[in-house]
């Protein structure tokens, strides 16, 4: 099977905001979802927002540490929780045993289809700031549930670590 590069749009509309994740979608795009998770909280008008995957081949962990991001972001700013529109199997697998259940809802298929989307132009992210990124990223999935910290623990430690020690030098 062949791997996509990750695209990620957006849209908003009528207080409804869409987020897409198209292909691959890696630690290569975690800037710019950061960066969306950030916005997203302080975006006026705000009543709802859809995350949809259906073209998602592959979700890696730290992008997974940033939508967990945008739900806690947005835990006491909507009246309903999120929603994930995910119909491939492997990765809605991946998202029921990380936990994604207990902040988003998911779907299958969305309500409506979304509107216009636009591509998000990438922000670029330099080595130590992906590497903050990715250690925030696996933070987060650690507290969404025991599994995550078992999980994600080890990973946690090497990257504090590789700061701790990068920082000393």
């Known amino acids: 099977m062949i791997m996509h590069e990750g ?23 975690c800037a710019t979802l950061d960066q969306q998770a950030q916005q997203l909280a302080a975006t006026p008008g705000l009543e709802a927002v859809m995350v949809d995957l259906r073209e998602a081949t592959n979700v890696d962990s ?4 940033f939508l967990a991001k945008v739900a806690m972001a947005l835990r006491d700013r909507l009246d309903q929780a999120p929603t994930i529109v995910v119909d491939n199997p492997d990765v809605r697998r991946m998202l029921d ?4 259940a207990r ?10 289809e979304p509107h216009q989307l636009h591509d998000l132009d990438a922000v670029p992210a ?3 700031d992906t590497r903050e990124r990715v250690l925030e990223a696996h933070r987060i999935l650690m507290h969404m549930s025991e599994h995550n910290r078992e999980q994600f623990q080890p990973l946690v430690d090497m990257l ?7 920082s000393s030098e």
């Open 7 to 29: 695209r990620i749009q957006a849209a908003f509309d009528s207080g409804v905001f869409v987020l897409k994740l198209s292909g691959d979608v890696r630690l290569t795009l």
């Open 62 to 65: 730290t992008a997974l540490g």
């Open 97 to 100: 045993v990380m936990g994604f």
């Open 103 to 112: 902040y988003y809802t998911l779907l299958e298929s969305p309500v409506t």
């Open 126 to 128: 330099g080595e130590a």
């Open 160 to 166: 504090e670590a590789q700061r701790s020690s990068s």
